[in-house]
């Protein structure tokens, strides 16, 4: 089993599959055992569970501030 991937809140990802409306790149809005995650094409939220979405994962765009635990 190998750790989780530093995510943070404000991150900005191409996913490798895209969207139902075509696009690809997502900001994530939440962060824990479920990703939420805004297509930044029609806006459209949803939630993915962590281990999907960082395998979905092509590429970090822009990275959110690293907040202390």
């Known amino acids: 089993m190998r750790p989780p991937m530093d995510l943070r809140i404000g991150d900005v990802v191409i996913l490798r599959k895209p969207h139902p409306c075509g ?9 824990g055992a479920d990703i939420g995650a805004v297509c ?18 092509k590429q970090f765009l822009e990275r959110g501030p690293v907040t202390e635990p």
């Open 23 to 31: 696009g690809t790149t997502w900001r994530i809005e939440r962060v």
């Open 40 to 57: 930044l094409t029609c806006q459209r939220y949803v939630l993915v569970p962590r281990s999907h979405f960082e395998i979905r994962i």
